[in-house]
């Protein structure tokens, strides 16, 4: 356990969809026991293999508007035509827990989660598909969306990919295995930031002291 964070990272991906955020974020959490995928609800309907509560929490239009006027989310947005949020509730417990979020959401809620009382944690990520006809195959081996629905995220993928210039780290990817170990190397680095370590004051102190005692 990484003792010397005071408050955990929220680990942000954004691409556009098909870009292979969602895997890159089951795949960070799988290999770091320190980091929880966050787990939206969605008003979308669950594809024939997703699971209630592993992908999303799938839950209707009036509870979702329900927990919206009771600040229930982190943040919200409408991503094509339907509504996606983090529960707040999961993030704070995963700071009292010391556990690093990750997410795979969009800029909108990106934009949200860095204007909120997390901001300093935040490290945001933006991943770009190899080519944007690599993005139309994967889109399509995915199985998962009808031909209209493709062309809909394919059409949108301009205004996702626009707002590239507003994260902390853009990267490419082309391999699965060589993004892994950048996005991992990121982390890693991201945890050891000075502001972040408040217990090192503390501990440069102790060597001060250790210091005067051996010279006294
Ligand atoms: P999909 O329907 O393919 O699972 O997700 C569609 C888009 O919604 C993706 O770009 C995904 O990142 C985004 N998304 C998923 N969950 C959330 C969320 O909680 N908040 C926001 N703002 N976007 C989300």
């Not at 507003?166 to 391999?175: A, E, G």
């Amino acid at each position: 356990m990484n003792d010397t964070l005071d408050e955990r990272l929220l680990i942000i991906l954004s691409s556009p969809s098909g870009a292979g955020k969602s895997t890159l974020a089951r795949l960070l959490a799988k290999d770091d026991p320190e980091i929880q995928v966050s787990i939206s609800a969605t008003t979308r309907s669950p594809r024939d293999n997703e699971n209630e509560g592993r992908e999303y929490f799938f839950i209707t239009k009036e509870k979702f508007e329900r927990q919206i006027d009771n600040g229930d989310f982190l943040e919200h947005a409408e991503v094509f035509g339907n509504l996606y949020g983090t529960p707040l509730k999961f993030i704070e417990d995963c700071q009292k827990k010391k556990l690093d979020v990750v997410f795979d959401i969009d800029w909108q809620g990106s934009l949200q989660i860095k204007n909120s009382k997390y901001k300093n944690n935040v490290v945001s990520i933006f991943i770009l598909p190899p080519s944007i006809k690599e993005l139309n195959k994967r889109l399509h081996s995915r199985g998962s969306d009808s031909r209209s629905m493709i062309k809909d995220r394919m059409k949108k993928c301009n205004d996702e990919i626009s707002h590239w210039k507003d994260y902390q780290y853009v990267l490419i990817n082309t391999q699965v295995d060589e993004v892994m170990e950048q996005i991992k190397s990121i982390v890693s680095a991201e945890r050891l930031k000075r502001s972040r370590r408040k217990g090192l004051v503390d501990f440069v102190n102790k060597l001060n002291d250790e210091l005067k005692d051996m010279n006294s």
